[in-house]
């Protein structure tokens, strides 16, 4: 399938030279490459071939035919778990991204889902990250993704990861409070967690007097529970009762658990920069353990959008997280 990458300037982009912009936005070409296509007039912004000293506006579209742009190479056996007229379940591995971004088009979920098992319209209901594995809802039609988006909205759709996190994490933990950008870092992509307490404990609900730190603050709240602890390292699981970006990772990242193989959110800041450069170590990758962040979405419990029947599915500890504990057998998950 060939792609065209769109991308609409908002208002704190305005201003800049287009060059400018596409070199630091779109990174997998260099400033070289960028002017190359824009002189081949692969970019256009607002249907229009355009010179590279173009001052964006807010609202300008630009359009890219990436005509052959090299994708990485994925992780892309899946597994049907479940599959009706309404919906499919899929077991996704820990390298393959759900949707197309950036540089990958082809090698997603998505694409899998379209040309080998001729979902002509594949409706992702919830999305994980590229390096987590698991369970992953896909709608079927856009009346099955409206009720199923509306379940996970409402917050009755059951959620449950196994993680591995360094160090010995206690019998349980519960942590709310507010998820919101982190500019003070290198990476622009990075979050923060700002837990919110009080004497009798944490908030589990947005409390009404609660400012919120900024007017992109998004209320968490995930509970955790120890499972098995492994010397210095320990599985537990966890159940997001919010569906935020990163925000498992994050949290556990300031409770001081990191995840296991987390380049962005793990023991060093620098990993992350480094993976980037293809520059990762043999010593980086002795204290990640794992080539991926070690998070699992083990388990899923909702209501079918059609006959309202509950549905629940887990999945087994997966193979690559189960070799950092050292043993063989697949534990298994139930859900709670």
């Given at each position: 399938?060939?792609?065209?990458?769109?991308?609409?300037?908002?208002?704190?982009?305005?201003?800049?030279?287009?060059l400018?912009?596409?070199?630091?936005?779109?990174?997998?070409?260099?400033?070289?490459?960028?002017?190359?296509?824009l002189?081949?007039?692969?970019?256009?912004?607002?249907?229009?071939?355009?010179?590279?000293e173009?001052?964006?506006?807010?609202?300008?579209?630009?359009?890219?035919d990436?005509?052959?742009?090299?994708?990485?190479?994925?992780?892309?056996?899946?597994?049907?778990?479940?599959a009706?007229?309404?919906?499919?379940?899929?077991?996704?591995?820990?390298?393959?991204?759900?949707?197309?971004c950036?540089?990958?088009?082809?090698?997603?979920?998505?694409?899998?889902l379209?040309?080998?098992?001729?979902?002509?319209?594949?409706?992702?209901?919830?999305?994980?990250?590229?390096?987590?594995?698991?369970?992953?809802?896909?709608?079927?039609?856009?009346?099955?993704?409206?009720?199923?988006?509306?379940?996970?909205?409402?917050?009755?759709?059951?959620?449950?990861?196994?993680?591995?996190?360094?160090?010995?994490f206690?019998?349980?933990?519960?942590?709310a409070?507010?998820?919101?950008?982190?500019?003070?870092?290198?990476?622009?992509?990075?979050?923060?967690?700002?837990?919110v307490?009080?004497?009798?404990?944490?908030?589990?609900?947005a409390?009404a007097?609660?400012?919120?730190?900024?007017?992109?603050?998004?209320w968490?709240?995930?509970?955790?529970?120890?499972l098995?602890?492994?010397?210095?390292?320990?599985?537990?699981?966890a159940?997001?009762h919010?569906?935020?970006?990163?925000?498992?990772?994050?949290t556990?990242?300031?409770?001081?658990?990191?995840?296991?193989?987390?380049?962005?959110?793990?023991?060093?800041?620098?990993?992350?920069?480094?993976?980037?450069?293809?520059?990762?170590?043999?010593?980086?990758?002795?204290?990640?353990?794992?080539k991926?962040?070690?998070?699992?979405?083990a388990g899923?419990?909702f209501?079918?959008?059609?006959?309202?029947?509950?549905?629940?599915?887990?999945?087994?500890?997966?193979?690559?997280?189960?070799?950092?504990?050292?043993?063989?057998?697949?534990?298994?998950?139930?859900?709670?």
């Amino acid at each position: 399938m060939r792609r065209q990458i769109r991308f609409v300037i908002p208002a704190e982009r305005a201003g800049g030279a287009l060059l400018d912009f596409l070199t630091t936005r779109f990174t997998y070409h260099t400033r070289d490459e960028w002017l190359d296509r824009l002189t081949e007039g692969r970019m256009t912004c607002n249907g229009r071939p355009t010179p590279p000293e173009h001052l964006l506006q807010t609202g300008d579209e630009l359009a890219y035919d990436p005509g052959g742009l090299a994708e990485p190479p994925m992780d892309d056996r899946i597994g049907v778990v479940h599959a009706d007229a309404d919906l499919l379940v899929i077991d996704k591995t820990g390298n393959l991204t759900c949707h197309p971004c950036g540089r990958y088009f082809n090698h997603t979920l998505w694409a899998i889902l379209k040309t080998r098992h001729g979902i002509e319209n594949p409706i992702f209901v919830n999305r994980i990250d590229r390096e987590t594995s698991g369970l992953v809802l896909v709608a079927r039609t856009p009346s099955a993704a409206k009720n199923l988006r509306a379940q996970f909205a409402g917050r009755t759709v059951d959620k449950q990861y196994l993680a591995l996190v360094e160090g010995a994490f206690p019998e349980r933990a519960t942590a709310a409070g507010w998820i919101v950008a982190d500019f003070t870092g290198e990476v622009l992509k990075q979050r923060r967690f700002l837990p919110v307490t009080t004497a009798a404990g944490h908030w589990v609900t947005a409390p009404a007097s609660a400012v919120p730190p900024g007017p992109e603050a998004q209320w968490g709240w995930t509970e955790f529970a120890l499972l098995e602890r492994h010397g210095d390292l320990s599985l537990i699981s966890a159940a997001p009762h919010t569906g935020r970006l990163h925000q498992i990772r994050v949290t556990l990242q300031t409770l001081g658990y990191p995840l296991v193989g987390d380049k962005l959110y793990g023991l060093d800041p620098g990993f992350f920069l480094r993976f980037c450069q293809d520059a990762l170590t043999a010593g980086d990758f002795a204290r990640m353990r794992m080539k991926r962040q070690a998070l699992h979405a083990a388990g899923l419990r909702f209501r079918h959008p059609a006959t309202g029947q509950e549905l629940s599915f887990a999945l087994p500890l997966p193979a690559d997280m189960q070799a950092v504990l050292g043993g063989s057998g697949a534990r298994q998950f139930c859900m709670g």
